[in-house]
Structures are given as structure tokens and as C-alpha cells.
């Protein structure tokens, strides 16, 4: 059975530093990978998907990687902001049937003015 | 164009009343998934449709909860005689079944507080 990690749960941090942020799975089957952004009360935003043959994405400041046969991915948040708090979900796709999300617990990030 | 919407944002339901949410997905979009978050969890899967078949209902918690598409767009998720334990957000998804990523969009969720 797929269970997807995210270390550590919380992270507060002062502004413009750099940052990792990470999620690990149990089965390397998987189809792609995906960072979310969720806002308290709100629904979920794509950051970066990661199909399984890629091994990174960026988009701005934010570079997520893939390391399937270890289980493992990195989100890189570089320069941190304030707007960047929020708690950021991994989340890997099983590779048929329904193709179904499984969602790790998430990270949430305090960036501190 | 639109993104998924669902309806209410935000319900409150005493114990043992039936609910009813709704989810409109976008446009043309073949997959509909729906999901629960738990305070302070990930989204968990319920269940999928692919148009208006439902191929997996492996997630849902209870036969208290049914969903259904009937015409393969909007869809219903309905709990019946709600318990506190069934508080939580859900989310509803939808894709388009692409073979290059499968991705899925998400509606803004619909807050269950059962009181």
C-alpha cells in the first residue's frame, strides 16, 4: 500500500532564507508526483507536477525534484516571502486503474516578515 | 475558463441529518474524484467517476455515503444520518483523462461541521 511522508509537519522561518521542503513514498511505482499550496480554508493549487520519467521542475523560485527508485522528492523554495505561508501538500499518482491521488500529511510553513 | 465549483462552501449539520454536496466540474472534463480532509490531514480519496460510471468507491468511509454523476457532469456527494467523525472538508476534482499527466483541478472544498 502507497503512504506518502512529508518532513517536518511545521517550519517557521525569517524571510529571504532558503528552503526544503520534503515528501517520501513507500512504492516507487508511481505515474507523477505533485506540490500543492493550501491556504487555511481554501482548496488546493498546483505548483509543480513531476511526471515519473523527469527528474525536476521550476517555476519562479520554487524547484521540486524526484528521485523515484529512493522515494523521494524535494520542493526548493528559494528567497522565501511572507505570501509564501501556507501548508503545501505532496501528493503521488498510482499508475493505473484510476489514477487516484495519494496525499501526504503536508508541511506548514510560517515565513516570518 | 471556470474551474471546478462546489456548493455549499460551508455546511453545518446536527447529528443524524442527511447532506447533500454539490460539484461542477470543468467543462468537458471525463474523471470527477472526490476527496475528505481531516483537520490538519492530507485529502483522502473516495471515490471516482469516469463519466457517469462510478469505477471506484474504495475510499468511502460508510454506507452512509453514496455519490453519483447521472449525466456525467455534475455530481452529488450525500452522507446520510451524519455522525461528528464525518466533519471534515471535501474536495472534489476533476480531469480531462489525459495520457500525458492525468492531472486533476481542484474546487474550493465544502466545510462539514457536524454539530
Known amino acids: 500500500k502507497q503512504e506518502v511522508t512529508q518532513i517536518p509537519a511545521a517550519l517557521s522561518v525569517p524571510e529571504g532564507e532558503n528552503l526544503v521542503l520534503n515528501c517520501s513514498f513507500t512504492d516507487s511505482a508511481i505515474y507523477n508526483l505533485q506540490w500543492f499550496r493550501q491556504d487555511p480554508g481554501k482548496g488546493l493549487t498546483s505548483l509543480l507536477l513531476?511526471?515519473?520519467?523527469?527528474r525536476e521542475q521550476t517555476s519562479g523560485r520554487l524547484n521540486a525534484s524526484l528521485d523515484k527508485s529512493s522515494g523521494r522528492s524535494t520542493l526548493y523554495i528559494a528567497a522565501s516571502q511572507p505570501g509564501d505561508s501556507a501548508t503545501y501538500l505532496c501528493a503521488v499518482t498510482l499508475p493505473s486503474g484510476t489514477y487516484k491521488y495519494i496525499f501526504g500529511t503536508g508541511t506548514r510553513l510560517k515565513v516570518l516578515a | 475558463g471556470a474551474g471546478v465549483s462546489q456548493s455549499p462552501r460551508y455546511k453545518v449539520a446536527k447529528r443524524g441529518q442527511d447532506v447533500a454536496l454539490r460539484c461542477d466540474p470543468i467543462s468537458g472534463h471525463v474523471s470527477l474524484f472526490w476527496y475528505q480532509q481531516a483537520l490538519g490531514q492530507g485529502p483522502e480519496f473516495l471515490t471516482y467517476?469516469?463519466?457517469?460510471?462510478?469505477?471506484?468507491k474504495s475510499g468511502l468511509p460508510s454506507d452512509r455515503f453514496f455519490a453519483e454523476r447521472p449525466e456525467g457532469s455534475v455530481s452529488t456527494l450525500k452522507i446520510q444520518r451524519t455522525q461528528q467523525e464525518d466533519s471534515a472538508v471535501y474536495l472534489c476534482a476533476s480531469s480531462f483523462l489525459s495520457f500525458s499527466t492525468y492531472e486533476q483541478y481542484f474546487g474550493p472544498g465544502t466545510r462539514l461541521t457536524v454539530t
Open positions: 513531476i511526471q515519473s520519467s523527469q
Open positions: 467517476f469516469q463519466n457517469e460510471a462510478q469505477l471506484d
